[in-house]
């Protein structure tokens, strides 16, 4: 193996490792999307969620039972989500929003719009 | 019928319910409900005494589920219909209260349509449910099933003498809250029971229990005292609900309080959970949670008999 190709292996490797590091800090749970709301066990979780105007938030449905995600004014409506499926809304004005599920509407939350 | 057959048919009720139920039967004579053994009314001279059916609930058939609890929603209703076009006497009207569909798509709507539509007892009146509601325009019911109520999906009609009020409290959520029928909607109940005589038979119907089941899983109505005052003074009154897919009474002086066991899949007991998830049970346990309710009038004018039979 000459220098030049041990230098490109371990430029490699390098690579390798910093995506590596990328891709498993993204995947694991310590660091949540800031911008993500999962319906679990007939939950938004997060219940509040603190964005910057013009952040899109996303919900995600992960229960069995299907969710929905009202907007108390009227400015956004889901239809139902089935499990896996999603929502997104894009936030342009600060503000306070709160939003309930149409379907169990004991599920409610606030984003607040900085 | 003597004290002694009462309680032994009350034990064989709380038996039958045990059991996941093989079919309850309940007279209610003047707001009185009294368990009767369903083979009284499945052998010819029984059924003679609890009178001809009047009509049929289903509900909760949620056309479009396709979870473990139940793969196949289309063949439990299925089963139900041709248990319902298999009845000796035909109902003369069918009742569904709500979650017809899962998910409020048109493609659900017209298989469940299009289903429906084998019942030999053509007569159908419906209210929807919130699961019929979550399309983002809120129109896919509306558009197949409001014109009775000229799209307020509150509206009212007579058969045989029993004045049928259908009513809607899936659409006005407050949030966190329970279900809501809106001041709008009792008044309207008020001039429509304004000049009935306290002796007519009202059955009222709607998706979400008309009174408070479990308020932790929204399973009942905010405004439903306001409702019952106006239906105290009459002598008979039936409220149906769907919902929460299993069998729950209640008797209050002359009001009988009965939720229908879904055609689809089952749902825990209140509080049993995270929430009103469906149940996954056995595949053979399945058909004995899933059935109809139906209704007859017993000889008696003023009083009406309740039944429910599971698909198994």
């Avoid at chain 1, 952040?55 to 229960?63: E, G, H, I, P, Y």
């Avoid at chain 2, 609930?57 to 609890?69: E, L, M, R, V, Y």
């Amino acid at each position: 193996m000459t220098l030049g190709q041990y230098r490109s292996l371990l430029t490699a490797v390098g690579v390798t490792m910093l995506w590596w590091v990328a891709a498993t800090s993204a995947s694991t749970a310590d660091t949540p999307d800031p911008t993500r709301i999962v319906m679990k066990d007939f939950k938004f979780v997060p219940s509040s969620l603190t964005v910057k105007a013009g952040s899109t938030v996303t919900w995600a449905n992960m229960d069995d039972e299907p969710h929905s995600v009202v907007s108390d004014t009227g400015l956004f409506r889901s239809g139902a989500m089935d499990t896996n499926e999603s929502f997104s809304f894009k936030f342009e004005q600060p503000g306070t929003y709160h939003f309930t599920c149409s379907i169990h509407p004991r599920m409610v939350g606030t984003i607040v719009v900085q | 019928m003597s004290d002694d057959t009462v309680l032994q048919s009350r034990r064989n009720a709380l038996k039958c319910m045990a059991y996941g139920g093989v079919g309850t039967l309940f007279t209610l004579a003047g707001g009185v409900l009294t368990p009767v053994e369903l083979a009284v009314a499945a052998d010819k001279q029984g059924a003679a005494r609890l009178g001809k059916p009047l009509f049929v609930q289903i509900s909760d058939t949620h056309i479009g589920f396709n979870k473990d609890a139940n793969p196949d929603v289309n063949g439990t209703l299925t089963r139900t219909i041709d248990l319902v076009n298999g009845m000796a006497e035909q109902p003369a009207l069918i009742i569904h209260t709500g979650d017809i569909t899962h998910l409020s798509k048109p493609a659900e709507f017209d298989m469940a349509q299009q289903m429906l539509s084998r019942l030999r007892t053509t007569e159908l009146h419906t209210v929807p449910g919130e699961h019929d509601t979550t399309d983002p325009t809120v129109t896919e019911y509306f558009n197949r099933f409001g014109k009775a109520s000229d799209n307020k999906g509150y509206y009212s009609f007579d058969h045989a003498g029993v004045h049928f009020v259908a009513l809607i409290n899936v659409l006005q959520f407050k949030p966190g809250g329970l279900g809501t029928l809106g001041t709008d909607q009792l008044a309207w109940v008020a001039a429509d029971l304004k000049g009935r005589s306290d002796s007519t038979p009202i059955v009222v119907f709607a998706h979400m229990p008309l009174w408070s089941i479990y308020e932790p899983w929204g399973w009942g109505t905010g405004d439903a005292p306001q409702l019952m005052e106006q239906l105290r003074r009459f002598g008979s009154v039936t409220v149906l609900n769907g919902h929460i897919h299993q069998i729950v009474q209640k008797v209050e002086g002359n009001i009988t309080f009965h939720t229908a066991r879904s055609t689809a899949y089952p749902q825990p007991t209140a509080g049993t959970g995270s929430g009103p998830a469906p149940l996954k049970v056995a595949a053979d346990q399945l058909p004995k949670m899933l059935g109809i309710t139906s209704v007859s009038i017993v000889k008696h004018p003023r009083s009406l008999a309740l039944s429910d039979t599971t698909i198994a």
